[in-house]
Every structure is written in C-alpha cells, then in structure tokens.
C-alpha cells in the first residue's frame, strides 16, 4: 500500500454527485447547428481554414493552429459552414469571440481517419503531433494544449506520470462515470503516455467517494505497472499541486512546472482522449459533461458534440428555466455564471450546472472581515488569505506580491469558510489581473522609454554629423582661397579680365563679318515670319474668320520689316565695298598725313619764339571768338542754364589763357 | 619607540586613532571614486514609475526631462497618463503628500489611447513622423504613412502637426482580450464567486 501524504487546508462542502451518476453516459444527439469558438484553449486562437457555405465532414480540421501553444479545430459533425463570426462564447467577461458555426445535416458523415494500434512504431514527435493534429487541450478546466505539456524539456526526468481523476469539485461526475464506462480506454490512454513520457511509475489518483469507478480501473489496470491510488475525499485535492502533494509527498515549488520536481500531470479525460486520437484516429470533436442541478429534470451525462449549444444540451436533461437562478459552467466552486444559454460547449465544459435559489442561493452582501482566521486554515497552498484580502482592497500590489499572490490557485476555498461571505476570490483574480496589466504597461513604458532614448541619441547624432560636415566645408574654403592667394590673390579677376578682353579683340577683328551675319539673318527671319504670317492669313481667309483683318496688318507690318532689313543689309554691303576701295591706297593717305605733320613741324621748329608766341595767341584768340560766337548764340536760342554756364566758363578760361599768351609774347618780343 | 608608546598609553591610542582614520579616509576615498553613481539616481527611479509616453502634457519635452524636473522640487502630479496611481507611486518614493491630478494638464484617461493613420488621406508629408518622440510611424515622403500599433503610446504629438487631419486617436474598447476580472463592489450583492453552497450561508439565506 501506498502511503498517502496530506496537503495544508481543505474543506468539505456536500458532494452532490449521486444525482447525476444513476444512469449511464447519455448521446446528446446532434443540433441543427454547432458553434465553435476559435479559441477554446490557452494560447493562441486557431485560424480558419474552411470557407462560409462550404461543406465539411465530421472530424474534417476547419481551423488551423497558430504557433506553438495552440491546438486546431475540427468539424464535430458533418454540414455546412454557415458563417465565420463573432458569438457569445462561455468566458466569465460575457464578451463575444469569433466562432466557425455550422449547420449540420444529421448525416454525421465521417471524413477518411485511420488509427495507430500499434503506436509503440511511432516515435515520440509523431505521437506528439498526432496529439496536437487531434485538437487535445486539456479537458480539466484550464485548456492548456496537451502536446505542449507533454513535450518535457530535456534537463526534466520525469518520475512520475499522474493521471488525475480526482474530480473533487462537488456536483461533477464526468470522469466518474468515464472511469465506470471507459475504465479500459483510459488504462490504454495512460500507457500511451507511459509510453510517451518514460516514468518511473504510472498513477491514477482518484479520490476515494468514487469506489465503483476505482474498482473498474483496478480491474482494467490489473496486469499492467499502473497503480490506481485512492485517498480520502478533499477539496481541492485535485488541483495538480495538491494532487502532487498527496501522491508523492513532494511541493512544487512557487512559480515552478510540475516537471522540475519529476512530475507530469495529465487529466483523465484528456487521457481518454489521447486514446482516441492515437488508437482510432480521432479528434477531440465531443467531450462527456455533467449536466446536473435542481433546474433539471433528469441530471446525467452525456457525450455531447463540442460546439452544441448550451440551451440545447440542457433540454435533453429536461432543463426547467423558470427554476433555476443562473447556469454555471464548471463547479459550484471554481466555475462561472455563464451569459447566456446558447453559447456552445467547448473543450473545457465538465459540468453544466443549473442550480435553483434555494440550492445555491444568491450570496448575501459581504461583511466586514473580522479576522476570524478560518480562510487562512482552509487555504491549500498556505497563504494568508485575510492578508491578502487588505492589501487587494488598499490595491498594495507589493505586499501582494509578496505575499506570493500569484501561487494562489482560486479554489474558492477561502470563500466558501469565510463567516462574512467576502468574495476573497474575485478579489484575488481582479488584483492578479491587475498587476499583470502593471507589468505589461511597465514592460511598454520600458520599450517606450529605450525608443524615444535612441531617438534622441540618433537626431543629436544627425545634428553633430550636419555640424561636422559644415565645418570641414568650412575648412575646406579656407584652405582653397589661402592657396590662390599664395599664387597671386587676383588670379581669378584677371583671367576673367584677360577673358573679357579676348572677346572684345575677337568681336572687334570679325565686327564687319558678324555684322553682316546678323543682317542676314535678321533677313532670312523676317522672312520666314512673313511667310508663316501669310500662311495664317489665308488660313483664316479660308475659314472667315473675325481675326482676318488684325493678320493683314501683321502680315503687312512683317512685309515692311523684311525690307527694312534687306535694305540694310544692301547698304551695308555697298558701305563694305566702299571700304574696301579706300583701303586700297591706304598707305598713301596715311604717308601724306605724315609728309603734312612733318612739315608742319619743321616750319614750327624753323619759326622764332616771338612768332611762335604770337601765332598762339592768335590762335587763342580764334577760340575765344569762336566760343564767344556760341555763347551768344545759345543766348539767343534760349539754350538751357546749365550749358549757357558751361559756355561762359570756357569764355573766361580762354580769356585767361590769351591774357597768357599776350604777356608770352610781350616776353619774347622783349627778349 | 614601542618603549615610548608603552610608557605614555595616550600617545598610543592617540597614534592608533590616528591610523586607523587615515586608513578608513583612504579606503572611504578611493571607494568614493572607484564606485562612483552614474547619473541622479532619484531621476532614474522617478523615469521609472512616469508612463514614458513622451506626451508632453506636463510641459516638459518627455518623461525623462519632467523627472529631473521633480528631482529639483517640481510637483508631481502634472502627469495625466500616469494617473492618480502615477501620483502615488511618485508620492511613496519621494515621501511627498498625494496630490490630485492638475487638471490644468490634461485629465487621466482609464482607456489606452493609440493614434490611428486613415490610409486613403494620407498625402505622404512624413510631419507626422518627425513628430512621434518614440518612432513609431512607418513611411517616406509621398508615401503612405502608417502606425505601429505595438510602439504606439497614445501621446497625441502625431494629430496637430497633420496638414490634412488624418490621423485618429482611437480609444481601446473593452474586449476579450484585454478583460479582467474587477475587484467586487463591497455593497453590491452581485458577486461572481459561487461558493456558496455554504450551509450555514443557505440557512441564513432561507
């Protein structure tokens, strides 16, 4: 005989679970239509992969898991999608999820699917796969993907492998009367996990208020290495940690996996399932689930279709509405109202319970807590519930977490024994879900943090980069004008000066050619605008149009352009000509003007001083009088002030300069 | 000289004193700067507990500014998107009075907000871009310009500076995923904890 160990804690509520075991699994039938929410599993929602309006067949895979920790879904039976939409789905929020709906034919019609018998041929990825390929999520409460939880890490030896069929939770007797029915699928089951996992030893704790269950697992057990475990009834023995404790006697320690005490935990409904999925190929597509309370007629349970409305199910058990206060899914202990009765069963739906007032009553309003200290000696994991309770209400999200908040398991044990009817759960749930949104928004604050920090980093960056850059072109200038001032500091100015004085030479060299160009073409121009100007006025001729009048004068206006041109250019080509005959004999007139100079000089140098002077002042005075002879006529002419001054300024100075030339002449006659 | 010191106690004990101060000054001293604190250490804690939005509604140009700022005495409740949880935090680290939330600044607003790029208008200005403090808009001029919905921290900086008012701050509406269970209303009798098949609870109920 085993020994037994205890955990910390506990209570006893009434059972309620004879009601529901009278009679045996019951086939809930297939509804007109089935509803399948993506997500039924923790992780990642499932992706459709089938079309509205197409038809499906029973097992057929109609979405497909995304990432790891996700599992697929499968047509429960064979219909027609109908649509791919948001539903209400059992969540305690109430909230809508989006849903694969399906709108069954009643033929039930199976796709293709083979099993493995013999899965001791396929090695352990494969059977993994096939466990994920299946949709197997765990059946217990949570929906944890079965596969993820059955790949154990390589530094994890696993010891032992627990399959719990404890079912403490009072009114639930689906694995009950699995272990009645199906004692011999669950005993395959769990040696396929043996074979999966390699433990040490095999268990199937159940808890001992189940004897004909445990006495048909020893039967089907017996020849094989695996040891079913009775132990006395408690709740929440069969929380995985507490199940752990009773088994092996060993504590998983706070915010650890099962694994790294040597220990692998797999509930006895997702076992059966395992069994189904390797031996007969396949899918979890329905599920056993309790159906009980005082609101129905005939508590039993069934083997209902994932997807079938909740509404639909309890009709089959003779659900009597107007009874009953609210339907909860899962326990009375850890379960939750659910919204409405249509949403769908899902992988998770152990229990539908329809409880009337006088057998679950409305809690009574909460009073003061007066530290009584009974839900710190029924808490299972030891904490301090009254504690804990303070810090939530005062929202001291440290001392909760010190308090180890997060090893809570939400058993409702604390709940139930509390004389003030404090819902402590609903204050621990909200606290955790709190600190965890905490931490997301610390974790993003820090995320927003480090990106405006390298935002900064990188512009300031940008800034000193542009400084630099404009410094070295600085630089740059500096040492290019401190070299062209070591050559010669106005070396540009005079090439451009030098440039500019090429040119003009040039233009002055070839001035009678590019003249004579430029008469040409203005020529050639005007003549091809008179001719596209005629070309319009006939145009317009030919049409009537009012503009007639307005090309005539343009036309005639080009015409006497183009002879203006064309007598320029004639004039200047005879001009040219001209040019050309006086150049002829240019040395002559040039030799003459020389010849006059020269003689002119000679006579000058022959002449006495006296002469000299007196032929300047006579020329002087020829000036004077010419001078004086335009003053007077400007005067009469009414010539303009200014000039008139100018005028008279010249006079003045010319008398000055003959008064001169008088004394230079009185100088010379004297000498 | 161990003769001397023998002789006179008080010389020893003065000598001794003497010594051990010199060396603790030394080991005080080189420590001191071997193990120098980078930075203010109050304005790392205090940027730790601000919302890093870099909204700027307190007037500072980003989170780590406005947390020099309340290192220097400046008041700490100037952060709308921290709220009154922001307030408090700051107050239990600084040792201050709580404080409500200066209206003058902006009011808490319980819903994360992210900003939100309507596609069809976008004219491709990239003005939006060069406003979000934590680049969080994708795009390039004349191209569409979109948010990055994970970087986005709902300051608001995107929506003023856009020539043709495209951008939406779109306020998270309660869902599926971002539901969680809130604490119990102490005078409501709606709970949603169900054990209560408590008997001594029924007795009283009946």
């Known amino acids: ?447 927003s943090r480090q990106r405006f920090e390298a935002r900064q980093e990188r512009l300031e960056r940008a800034e000193r980069e542009k400084e630099e850059k404009r410094a070295a072109r600085k630089r740059a200038a500096e040492e290019k004008a401190r070299q062209a001032g070591g050559d010669g500091e106005e070396d540009p100015i005079q090439a451009a000066i030098e440039r500019a004085r090429a040119k003009k030479a040039v233009q002055q060299a070839g001035g009678g050619e590019s003249e004579l160009e430029k008469l040409e073409k203005a020529v050639v121009s005007a003549r091809k605008r008179l001719e596209t100007a005629s070309a319009k006025l006939a145009e317009a001729q030919a049409q009537g149009s009012d503009l007639v009048d307005a090309l005539q004068t343009g036309v005639d206006k080009t015409r006497g352009k183009l002879e203006a041109a064309e007598k320029a250019l004639q004039d200047y080509q005879a001009s040219d000509s001209a040019a050309a005959q006086d150049a002829a004999q240019p040395g002559d007139a040039a030799q003459a003007a020389i010849e006059k100079a020269m003689a002119a000089r000679a006579a000058e140098a022959s002449l006495s001083p006296q002469e000299k002077a007196r032929k300047d002042l006579k020329k002087l005075e020829q000036r004077l009088q010419k001078s004086r002879d335009k003053l007077a006529a400007s005067r009469e002419s009414g010539e303009e002030e200014k000039i008139i001054e100018a005028l008279e300024a010249t006079v003045t100075r010319l008398q000055d300069k003959v008064e001169e030339a008088r004394i230079a002449v009185q100088d010379a006659e004297e000498a | 000289m161990i003769e001397t010191l023998t002789q006179y106690p008080l010389l020893a004990a003065l000598l001794a004193l003497v010594g051990m101060a010199a060396v603790f000054g030394a080991v005080l001293g080189f420590a001191a700067i071997r193990f120098r604190t980078e930075g203010n250490p109050i304005v790392d804690q205090i940027n730790d507990i601000l919302p890093q939005t870099q909204c700027g509604q307190c007037g500072y140009p980003g989170c780590k500014p406005y947390a020099e700022a309340i290192a220097n005495g400046e008041a700490i409740n100037k952060c709308p998107p921290g709220g009154e949880a922001g307030i408090q935090a700051l107050a239990d680290l600084l040792d201050q009075e709580f404080v409500p939330l200066d209206e003058e600044h902006g009011e808490e607003d319980p819903r994360p907000a992210m900003a939100f790029i309507r596609e069809d208008e976008c004219i491709g200005c990239t003005k939006c871009i060069q406003a979000c403090p934590v680049d969080a808009i994708l795009g390039a001029a004349k191209q569409m310009h979109t948010v990055i919905a994970s970087e986005c921290t709902g300051c608001d900086l995107c929506v003023e500076p856009c020539p043709v008012d495209c951008i939406d701050m779109i306020r998270e509406e309660e869902s599926l995923q971002n539901w969680h269970w809130q604490l119990p209303d102490p005078v409501s009798r709606k709970v949603e904890i169900i054990a209560t098949d408590n008997p001594d609870a029924r007795d009283r109920a009946a």
């Open chain 1, 1 to 447: 005989m085993r020994k037994i160990f205890d955990f910390h804690g506990g209570i006893h509520p009434p059972e309620n679970k004879h009601q529901s075991v009278r009679t045996p699994i019951a086939d809930a039938g297939i509804p007109p239509e089935l509803v399948i929410p993506l997500s039924q599993h923790i992780g990642a929602p499932a992706v459709p992969s089938v079309a509205v309006g197409e038809r499906v067949l029973k097992g057929q895979v109609i979405a497909q898991p995304r990432g790891f920790v996700s599992v697929p879904k499968h047509a429960p039976s064979s219909g027609t999608v109908s649509a791919i939409e948001d539903r209400l789905i059992p969540h305690p929020s109430g909230h809508s999820a989006p849903c694969i709906v399906i709108a069954t034919d009643g033929q039930d019609e199976w796709i293709a699917h083979s099993g493995t018998p013999d899965y001791r041929q396929l090695d352990k990825a494969a059977l993994l796969e096939k466990i994920r390929c299946a949709g197997i999520a765990g059946m217990g409460g949570a929906g944890f993907p079965s596969a993820v939880k059955l790949s154990i890490q390589p530094h994890h030896t696993i010891q032992t492998l627990i399959i719990n069929g404890t079912e403490c939770e009072p009114y639930i007797t689906a694995d009950d009367i699995l272990m009645r029915e199906r004692a011999q699928q669950i005993i395959a089951g769990a040696q396929i996990l043996a074979h999966l996992i390699e433990p040490g030893e095999t268990l199937i704790g159940v808890e001992d208020n189940k004897p004909e269950g445990i006495a048909a697992l020893r039967a089907a057990a017996s020849g094989t290495d695996i040891e079913v475990v009775e132990f006395p009834t408690k709740y929440p023995s069969g929380g995985e940690k507490q199940l752990i404790e009773i088994l092996t006697g060993k504590q998983v320690p706070s915010g650890g996996l099962p694994a790294d005490v040597g220990v692998v935990c797999q509930n006895l409904g997702s076992t059966v399932a395992i069994h189904d999925a390797i031996v007969e190929g396949r899918p979890l597509i329905s599920r056993v689930t309790t159906v009980t309370g005082n609101s129905v007629r005939e508590p039993q349970n069934f083997q209902v279709l994932i997807g079938t409305p909740m509404r639909y199910l309890l009709d089959r058990a003779g659900y009597e509405p107007a009874r009953g206060n609210r339907l909860i899914m899962g326990g009375p202990m850890m379960g939750f109202t659910v919204p409405d009765d249509r949403v769908p069963v899902v992988k998770t739906t152990n229990c539908l319970l329809a409880p009337t007032e006088e057998e679950l009553p409305t809690p009574p309003p909460a009073q003061a807590c007066i530290r009584c200290g009974m839900c710190a000696e029924a808490c299972p994991v030891s904490l301090l519930p009254q504690q804990l309770f303070w810090f939530a209400q005062g929202k001291e999200h440290e001392k909760l977490e010190q308090h180890n908040l997060f090893d809570c398991i939400e058993c409702g044990a604390c709940s139930y024994v509390c004389p003030s009817n404090i819902p402590l759960v609903q204050y621990y749930r909200a606290s955790k879900a709190e600190i965890q949104q905490q931490r997301r928004d610390h974790e993003k604050a820090e995320h």
